[in-house]
């Protein structure tokens, strides 16, 4: 059985049962948003059903193991930091730019502010869990081609790996 991934563990089981939350509160919203009135604010809905498909993207991520996920975690989580930031400022700036609010608009004060404390403490389960994904992923790799350790703990034989 493969290991589960060291991200999922401890404070990253806490942030993927968030991320899930988030991702049906917004998918939710969207739907509803666009279905109803999309003809009201477009671009708001819009940018609801990307904060959901963002939100399900770095769920889906943190769960998974290996280094390639740990990237996509790293571009989805830094790319909501990035939006929670940028429509928050612009919805606080200028209200006539969202006529009606998304996830991250007042940097996500309908959600009392998790899409902006989020994605900090993403980026920082990730910064501390480098190593650990770099190592799982090298030791899959290995054991994936006979050099790592078996199932009973040692590799194969010499003879085994000379081809004899």
């Known amino acids: 059985m493969a290991n589960p991934s060291s991200r999922a563990s401890g404070l990253g089981r806490v942030l993927i049962a ?16 666009i279905i109803q009135k999309f003809d009201h604010a477009p671009f708001a809905y819009t940018l609801s059903a990307v904060s959901a498909v963002v939100y399900i993207v770095a769920m889906i991520a943190l769960i998974a193991p290996g280094r390639a996920w740990y990237r996509v975690a790293w571009v989805a989580i830094g790319f909501e930091m990035l939006g929670v930031l940028v429509v928050g400022t612009l919805s606080v700036v200028d209200t006539r730019l969202f006529p ?30 480098r190593r650990r994904a770099t190592a799982a992923s090298e030791g899959a790799a290995a054991a994936s081609r006979g050099l790592g350790p078996t199932a009973e703990g040692a590799g194969p034989a010499p003879a085994e790996r000379a081809g004899e």
């Open 100 to 129: 009606d609010d998304t996830v991250w608009s007042g940097y996500g004060a309908g959600y009392f502010w998790v899409p902006l404390v989020l994605p900090i403490a993403g980026l920082w389960w990730l910064a501390t869990h």
């Open 18 to 33: 968030v991320y899930g939350i988030l991702a049906l509160a917004a998918t939710g919203r969207s739907v509803v948003q």
